[in-house]
């Protein structure tokens, strides 16, 4: 069964500093999409980056990247030049494939905590 | 562009009272449409996702139900809210593009006392 672990529940990083949020994922498809998801304090879900399994290039996004190693199934966010707006929780989550349904459910992982500093 | 609205944002009901939470989508056609709870602290679990008016796909049993009466609009219903249905309740929609990455509305924080 596909399955996402983030496995750093919290993090602290310098303001200005770049800072990697860990994700791993756990599928046996082919084709599947891995996505991040910022919510700060305020409770909205705001969509970061996506990379498809079939992307070669790493995505980029501003400040945001997604390393993306596929041989280890990792999906790591890559935050550079740290803001303080930047604390916040982070959720990594994976496209499951698709089916007659057509409903491209995500699934999720259980979050990291960031905090940035001063 | 795309909007999507969510209301009310904080509601505090008592045990056994009925609940309506309302989610509508501007600026798309025939999206995907999805139901979340998050419990504090914790992360997201789908609750109801619909393809199209009237379809509606149930991911956990429970005291809740949905519908989708128009194209853009998705509400979660129960009849008599128990306490452990308190959370944050947030709406989601999705297209047919090629990453169906979600988009979330702002979340309705439900307290039940």
């Known amino acids: 069964a596909q399955k996402i672990t983030q496995t750093q529940p919290g993090m602290f990083v310098q303001e200005k500093e770049a800072v990697t949020l860990d994700c791993t994922y756990d599928t046996s498809d082919q084709s599947y999409g891995l996505f991040w998801y910022k919510q700060p304090s305020s409770g909205e879900m705001i969509f970061l980056i996506y990379?498809?399994?079939?992307d070669e290039q790493n995505a980029t996004e501003g400040r945001y990247s997604l390393n993306f190693q596929k041989a280890r199934k990792s999906a790591n966010l890559v935050i550079s030049a740290s803001q303080l707006g930047d604390s916040a929780m982070y959720f990594c989550a994976m496209r499951e494939p698709y089916n007659a349904g057509n409903n491209r459910k995500l699934i999720w992982g259980l979050g990291t905590s960031l905090a940035v500093n001063p | 562009s795309q909007t999507i609205h969510q209301w009310p944002a904080t509601l505090v009901q008592p045990v056994g009272s009925p609940l309506s939470l309302e989610c509508t989508v501007e600026g798309t056609s025939n999206p995907n449409l999805y139901w979340y709870r998050q419990a504090a602290g914790r992360g997201l679990q789908l609750l109801f996702y619909?393809?199209?008016?009237?379809?509606i796909s149930s991911e956990v049993p429970q005291n809740l139900s949905a519908s989708r009466p128009q194209d853009r609009q998705f509400i979660l219903s129960s009849k008599k809210l128990l306490l452990s249905d308190s959370g944050f309740y947030l709406c989601?929609?999705?297209?047919?593009?090629?990453?169906?990455?979600?988009?979330f509305g702002p979340g309705t924080r439900l307290t039940v006392t």
């Open positions: 990379q498809g399994s079939y």
């Open positions: 989601a929609w999705s297209v047919g593009r090629s990453s169906y990455e979600q988009y």
């Open positions: 619909s393809v199209g008016i009237g379809q």
